[in-house]
């Protein structure tokens, strides 16, 4: 967390680093849907 | 992209592109407003015009500054830079099975989307024979990748369970020389648990999703047995047992919410008075004719809801009882990288689904559609073009993701949804989507309101809420 006069930002943001080295396809399927235990994607853990 | 809101007293910002989320006062909030990807060092003249009657130029500045340095950092209006990578999974191996052990089961619930167990066709039990060739498929199907994943679906697996073991048996026999390593989970009803069976499952299941609905009379209103009574009361000691015995494997008890229980804060707040601290509760999809159907008009009460829990969850986290309701749960900081988030079940691709004849399908949603079966285990067919055409689905080819600002959390939605009430799989389901919205707003509001919480060196709570049970106070 990060915080100047007006803005606290919540995290270091790491999206664009995460591309460089993703997409090995470790990380569990998530169904999205209701049926089953449906979740955002955002809270996958990653496996590497 | 960003999206900003206001939520509970928070003024947030996220940043897509990046994830970075800023929570920022008034003032900036309103420069926001008037800011683009186009940033340049000097004060923008229109910042000028437009505020400097209201406001003293020098905050002005100051605060322009402080944005100025975040889009340097590519933290504010960051570019989108991830469409080179939607092609990546393409030719992705499967490693991912929902295996329909069961096309019965033993409860009649109102909204099953599996037609209350039999998928619109003959209630079968899978033979171990088709359980053996799925788990040779995916072996077969899954390339270089280790962890493969298996999920006992229904139905009600329980139906079936020598089989669920003989399938889980012949996996592990082979899984070493394979260099695999299985993870299965198990969705139930729980009517059928038995201290055998928890055992089984609390040894070979990483994660076991118990349904519930809350409420016993809301529980017991649409999730009936086959003689048309309630269910609550014969699987409640079964999960609570299950859960005591299970260590710390994963584990959600999970519900629908409908119509009738537009107050669902009171279901997850049962669930946990019950004992359960992994919990879930999520809209029905359903045709909207139907009467306990969350339609359009029902979206600003379920978003009430939704704030009314997330503000419940953050008093809870408070006062350390703590639960995880897994819609809100969301990583700021590590998460899945940016090319998982392209895309987000991999149905048709990475994941599929298997019958007990051995068809197979996308998921267990496309299941029983004929124009989407993919092929069958026993003559040994697989739809590779259909394979391709799901995998290219993902947040750039789908119209309505690509604008929007979920599309990093969301990762595209549902295609079986998309295609059931929009007739098209890379066609957003509007109400899905609004509803995904307003949790991901939830959630990042909650990160904010415990960043707040754990700042503040005396922050003791005393919850003085009125509609919980009596644990933390
Ligand atoms: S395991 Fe991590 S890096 Fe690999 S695809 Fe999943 S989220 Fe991306
Ligand atoms: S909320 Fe809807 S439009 Fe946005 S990414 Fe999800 S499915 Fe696509
Ligand atoms: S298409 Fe929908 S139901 Fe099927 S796996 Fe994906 S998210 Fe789940």
């Given at each position: 967390m990060t915080q100047t006069k007006h803005i606290k930002t919540?995290?270091?943001?790491?999206l664009k680093e995460s591309a460089v080295k993703g997409?090995?396809?470790?990380c569990q399927a998530s169904c999205?849907?209701?049926?089953?235990?449906?979740?955002?994607?955002?809270?996958q853990k990653c496996e590497k | 992209m960003i999206h900003k809101y206001k939520l509970n007293g928070y003024n947030i910002v996220l940043d897509?592109?990046?994830?970075a989320v800023h929570i920022v006062d008034d003032l900036t909030y309103e420069i926001?407003?008037?800011?683009?990807?186009?940033?340049?060092?000097s004060l923008p003249d229109i910042l000028a015009d437009k505020l400097s009657d209201k406001y003293n130029i020098d905050d002005i500045k100051a605060i322009y500054e402080e944005l100025y340095n975040l889009f340097e950092m590519g933290?504010?209006?960051?570019?989108?830079?991830?469409e080179q990578f939607?092609?990546?999974?393409?030719?992705a191996p499967v490693k991912a099975m929902c295996l329909n052990?069961?096309?019965?089961?033993?409860l009649r619930c109102e909204?099953?989307?599996?037609s209350k167990g039999g998928y619109g066709g003959h209630r079968m039990l899978m033979p171990f024979e088709v359980g053996k060739k799925a788990i040779d498929f995916l072996i077969e199907h899954s390339?270089?990748?280790h962890n493969l994943e298996l999920d006992f679906f229904g139905g009600e697996p329980l139906m079936n369970f020598d089989v669920v073991k003989q399938v889980v048996e012949y996996a592990r026999s082979i899984e070493k020389q394979h260099n695999k390593n299985f993870r299965f989970t198990i969705t139930t009803?729980?009517?059928?648990?038995?201290d055998d069976k928890i055992e089984f499952i609390n040894k070979e299941m990483s994660n076991v999703v118990l349904s519930l609905d809350g409420r016993k009379n809301i529980n017991d209103k649409l999730r009936?047995?086959?003689?048309?009574?309630?269910?609550y009361d014969a699987i409640i000691p079964k999960y609570q047992k299950l859960v005591a015995s299970r260590g710390d494997k994963d584990y959600y008890v999970r519900g629908t919410f409908t119509k009738h229980n537009l107050d669902f804060t009171k279901d997850v707040l049962h669930m946990r008075e019950l004992g359960f601290t992994q919990l879930s509760i999520e809209p029905v999809v359903s045709?909207?004719?139907?009467?306990?159907s969350i339609k359009q008009e029902d979206l600003p009460r379920v978003f009430e809801e939704y704030e009314r829990l997330a503000n419940t969850i953050i008093e809870c986290k408070k006062n350390k009882n703590n639960f995880n309701f897994f819609h809100f749960m969301i990583d700021l900081?590590?998460?899945?990288c940016a090319i998982k988030r392209?895309?987000?079940?991999?149905?048709?691709?990475?994941y599929i689904a298997v019958t007990p004849e051995g068809d197979i399908y996308p998921c267990h949603q496309f299941v029983g559609n004929e124009n989407y079966k993919m092929g069958n285990l026993n003559d040994g067919t697989f739809n590779t073009d259909m394979k391709e055409m799901f995998a290219k689905s993902n947040v750039y080819t789908k119209s309505d993701c690509?604008?929007?600002?979920?599309k990093f959390y969301c990762?595209?939605?549902?295609n079986a949804n998309n295609f059931q009430?929009?007739?098209?799989?890379?066609?957003?389901h509007k109400t899905s989507c609004e509803l995904e919205k307003k949790r991901l707003e939830c959630a990042i509001m909650i990160k904010a309101a415990m960043a707040d919480f754990n700042a503040d060196t005396n922050n003791n709570s005393v919850c003085d809420r009125e509609d919980c049970f009596a644990e933390c106070k």
């Open positions: 919540l995290n270091n943001a790491n997409g090995c396809g470790e999205q849907s209701a049926c089953k235990t449906s979740c955002t994607v955002a809270n | 897509v592109n990046s994830g926001l407003d008037y800011l683009d990807e186009n940033m340049t060092k933290q504010l209006f960051s570019s989108d830079d991830y939607s092609d990546m999974m393409v030719k052990i069961a096309h019965d089961c033993n909204y099953c989307f599996a390339g270089t990748r009803n729980g009517l059928l648990l038995t009936l047995t086959l003689n048309n009574k309630g269910s045709d909207p004719m139907l009467d306990f900081e590590q998460g899945p392209l895309r987000g079940c991999g149905c048709g691709n990475e690509r604008n929007c600002w979920a990762s595209g939605g549902c009430y929009e007739g098209d799989i890379l066609k957003s």
